[in-house]
């Protein structure tokens, strides 16, 4: 049975100032749960329903939680349909940011479902330092976590930097007046990927520090993509290894 004091917590950590205050936040669902459970994350609590119980065993024997009713589990979740597991894990103690590696730079990126898919589809493309502008959402909201599908636990750094920092890397925007994304060839230099909010694009202050914008040649019609569609787009770009040919 859930105690007092942990019914309290929990209820806490749907707020930003309690998530730090106590460095901790909250999971949601199986995938992400089990992300947690791979990579050793530290365990905090854990509460699920029975149902979920019996049809989860492998999962439940890893974390063990108290049983809750339905009810309690809809009045502690940050969800409105919750999946029937909640744990809580402290934040990930993050090393310093490696300037020998690339970088996200994510400008005023407020919507949490966003961040949640940009830090999955950053994780995906290999790239795990995120760096956040002032304005951005919390990356440990409840939402953006239910996104990012445990893509938390893959990062090695998430935070504020000044761009003038990244003094040897290639600082991209993207911009939709910026050239095509197929002519980027400079697969040899570190860079930095600034990707802007949907609303309102780059900030001026940073327009004012990029090398060069770059964007994703429309076949079709349409007003914009969704950031995390576009970011995949540029990342895809981005990594690839440039093609060698082979002479005979």
Not at 65 to 81: A, C, F, M, Y
Not at 128 to 148: W, Y
Not at 169 to 185: E, K, M, P, Q, Y
Request: aromatic share 6%.
């Amino acid at each position: 049975m859930i105690s007092q004091n942990q019914n309290k917590l929990i209820r806490s950590l749907h707020q930003k100032k309690f998530r730090e205050q106590h460095s901790l936040f909250i999971i949601e669902g199986v995938r992400s749960i089990k992300e947690a459970i791979n990579t050793n994350a530290q365990f905090e609590i854990g509460i699920s329903t029975e149902s979920f119980s019996e049809k989860n065993s492998d999962l439940i024997r890893a974390i063990n939680p108290e049983i809750v009713s339905e009810e309690d589990i809809k009045r502690l979740s940050p969800s409105v349909t919750p999946s029937g597991v909640l744990a809580v894990y402290k934040i990930p103690q993050f090393n310093k940011p490696n300037l020998d590696q690339n970088f996200i730079y994510l400008d005023h990126v407020a919507d949490p479902g966003n961040m949640g898919t940009i830090l999955r589809t950053a994780t995906w493309f290999g790239i795990n330092q995120i760096i956040l502008s002032e304005g951005c959402t919390d990356p440990f909201n409840p939402k953006v976590v239910r996104s990012a599908m445990g893509a938390h636990f893959h990062l090695s750094w998430i935070g504020h930097l000044d761009l003038n920092t990244l003094n040897n890397h290639l600082i991209i925007g993207a911009d939709s007046r910026g050239s095509t994304i197929d002519t980027f060839n400079s697969f040899s230099e570190k860079w930095c990927l600034v990707m802007g909010s949907e609303a309102h694009g780059i900030s001026g202050n940073i327009i004012s520090v990029l090398d060069k914008t770059v964007a994703i040649p429309m076949h079709g019609i349409g007003e914009s993509l969704n950031i995390g569609v576009a970011m995949g787009v540029f990342l895809h770009h981005l990594t690839k290894q440039p093609v060698v040919s082979q002479c005979q």
